[in-house]
């Protein structure tokens, strides 16, 4: 392209990035260019953060951000209701200032944030990560292939909620574990939110098989995407790969948001193989809203999990009030699963009838 590359070495490379594998020293295109999602780049903390001053690491692991330290990261919008409210700017060139995101390495410009933060750290652009031939290195270039249909599958679970930090993680781990104790093969994933290690590690770490997320889609985050259809069935037929008897799936944020989680629910295929439907709230009108949204599009919540039934008397008033199973992944994990594993059972034995009917004689 002829254009002159600038070689940088780097201090510490964003999660975001892991796919693409980064070497420390980095070929960069410091002119301006037009900006992409996904796209990766090199730039410089210029200030720091008492509250979000944390890198993960491709490793999974955090290291502190200080002030100087030249970051790999890649280009992504945010819609954080309690974090960062960001997009990617229309171009980029060498000394544009811009913010980090989140902790995975996602740079934007922000634009607001929740009252409990303070503002997001400020980075300058260093330049565009680069190829040998000046082509802009992009976090999609190492994506997995994608797949448009999702024909059969192990029975998923779907853990939605009514907003980010609702206990969502928490009963996907928790359900993960007590599946793994049980004996099953459980594989997890991450439909929706902001790139980041941390959900999924946490899924391993709990005894997931196998795990895969939307970044391993080539998305920094599903702000702007119209249909999480197709990202969905990716993950979910790379996760049928490892032979599961369950797949785990949780959908971060909530179903009202900017990261297109209702789309998931409005894909039969996907709706199809949903053997259990877990729905995290923090209060109850919460709950109340979550389960008139699915009836409005023909589905039922089968489990309400999440902080609103940290006390006994947020189970015993949703069952009561609401008639629907709650269950805590906190006080009573093996409930929790036992309620899953029930709805789960009686899908696969609907599904084995309707198999054998359907069977030639």
């Known amino acids: 392209m002829g254009e002159q590359l600038l070689q940088v070495n780097v201090d510490k490379i964003g999660s975001v990035t892991a796919r693409l594998n980064l070497p420390k020293s980095l070929w960069v295109v410091t002119r301006g260019r037009r900006a992409r999602a996904g796209h990766v780049v090199v730039v410089r903390a210029l200030s720091d953060s008492a509250t979000y001053n944390q890198l993960e690491l ?23 209701l309690k974090g960062f409210v960001g997009d990617v700017p229309r171009e980029v060139a060498a000394g544009d200032k811009l913010h980090l995101l989140n902790m995975g390495g996602v740079i934007g410009l922000c634009t607001g944030h929740h009252s409990s933060l303070g503002d997001a750290i400020q980075v300058e652009i260093i330049g565009t ?12 270039d190492a994506a997995l292939a994608p797949c448009d249909r999702l024909e059969a599958s192990a029975p998923l679970i779907f853990i939605a909620g009514a907003c980010m930090n ?23 994933g991450k439909l929706s939110g902001v790139a980041c290690l941390r959900d999924t590690l946490n899924m391993s770490d709990h005894g997931a098989i ?32 490892s032979g599961p008897d369950w797949i785990v799936i949780e959908l971060g944020d909530g179903i009202l948001g900017g990261y297109a989680v209702d789309s998931v629910f409005d894909d039969d295929e996907l709706i ?17 809203g979550g389960i008139e949204w699915f009836r409005r599009r023909g589905l039922s919540v089968d489990v309400v999990a999440g902080s609103v039934t940290d ?33 789960i059972e009686r899908f696969v034995a609907r599904r084995s009838s309707s198999e054998a009917e359907l069977a030639p004689c």
């Open 129 to 140: 990560v680069c190829d040998e031939k000046g082509e802009a290195r992009n976090i999609a």
């Open 166 to 188: 609702s206990g969502k993680t928490y009963a996907a781990t928790e359900l993960i574990k007590q599946a793994t104790r049980a004996g099953l093969r459980v594989a997890a």
């Open 272 to 288: 199809a193989h949903m053997a259990a439907l877990v729905f995290c709230a923090s209060d109850y009108v919460g709950v109340w």
């Open 311 to 343: 006390a006994k008397m947020g189970e015993d008033f949703i069952e009561r009030e609401f008639g629907v199973r709650a269950g805590n992944a906190r006080r009573d994990g093996a409930r929790l699963f036992a309620l899953v594993r029930d709805k």
């Open 210 to 241: 196998a795990t895969a997320s939307f970044l391993d889609c080539g998305l920094p985050s599903t702000v702007g995407i119209s249909d999480l259809g197709p990202v969905a069935k990716t993950i979910i037929e790379t996760l049928n790969e």
């Open 58 to 80: 491709p490793t999974g692991r955090l290291a502190k951000i200080n002030p100087g330290d030249l970051l790999v990261g890649a280009l992504g919008s945010r819609r954080a």
